[in-house]
């Protein structure tokens, strides 16, 4: 499964690609806003470092815009894959930059149906909100594992990629239901490295060959 980081953040993408685990990136609207200055640089810029795909999601809410406006995100690098919303200008918009090569993740799926909409109509990737569901008492991986089961069934190509993720449980489920890739927060890649026995295990590991080096000399 490939893991994309779910920020707008330069600083962060740099710090965490040389472990080497990063494949991609995920912004919004809003992840873009917190950054501030030059939305097409930062995007280009994050391009640069991360050389896998790059979602950057149209504001524009008509098709014919979000059609003019995913050709200029897809011109910044030919790692951009154009976000688009789940609308029906969104769907036709996915549609039509599908077909001209660009690839589009669907974003805002909140449902197998929509999922399957945008798989039919050429999507990249779709975007299950995992979260938002389980902030509304909604089983969001429930979601996932059946946009999986469909999309195997018939074979779409279209790839499932979870978002919304809260905590590593989201990351362990996605894998475990064979989902394509999963973007995090940082803040959730980092909460994997942590197990208090690794820290205890190494603590003891270091303490014994001190041990064993005071004894010999
Ligand atoms: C990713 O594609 C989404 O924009 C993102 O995961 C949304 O996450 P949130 O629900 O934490 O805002």
């Known amino acids: 499964m490939k893991i994309f980081l779910d920020t707008g953040n330069v600083k962060d993408i740099e710090a965490m690609m040389p472990l080497g685990i990063v494949d991609g990136v995920t912004t919004n609207p809003s992840l873009m806003a917190k950054e501030g200055g030059d939305p097409r640089a930062i995007i280009k810029r994050i391009c640069e470092v991360v050389q896998g795909p790059v979602s950057a999601e149209v ?6 815009a979000m059609v003019a ?3 200029d995100l897809a011109a910044i690098d030919a790692h951009v ?3 688009v919303p789940f609308t029906r200008d969104g769907v036709r918009a996915t549609k039509l930059l599908a077909g001209e090569g660009i ?6 799926i909140f449902s197998a149906t929509q999922a399957l909409i945008a798989a039919k109509v050429g999507a990249a990737y779709v975007s ?7 902030d509304i008492a909604s089983d969001g991986m429930g979601l996932v594992r059946q946009i999986v ?3 195997e069934a018939h074979r779409f190509a279209t790839e499932v990629l979870v978002a919304s993720v809260r905590g590593p449980m989201h990351i362990l489920e996605a894998a475990r239901m064979g989902a394509d890739v ?4 940082s803040a959730v890649v980092e909460a994997c490295f942590k197990h208090p026995l690794t820290d205890i295990g190494l603590e003891k590991f270091l303490k014994d060959w001190e041990k064993a080096q005071a004894a010999r000399s």
């Not at 299950?128 to 389980?134: C, N, S, T």
């Not at 999963?182 to 927060?185: E, F, K, Q, V």
């Open 149 to 151: 089961e469909i999309f």
């Open 103 to 108: 690839r589009v993740n669907v974003t805002l």
């Open 59 to 64: 504001v524009a809410t008509a098709w014919e």
């Open 69 to 71: 406006e995913g050709r």
């Open 81 to 83: 894959v154009v976000k």
């Open 182 to 185: 999963c973007t995090c927060p």
């Open 128 to 134: 299950p909100f995992v979260g938002r569901l389980d």
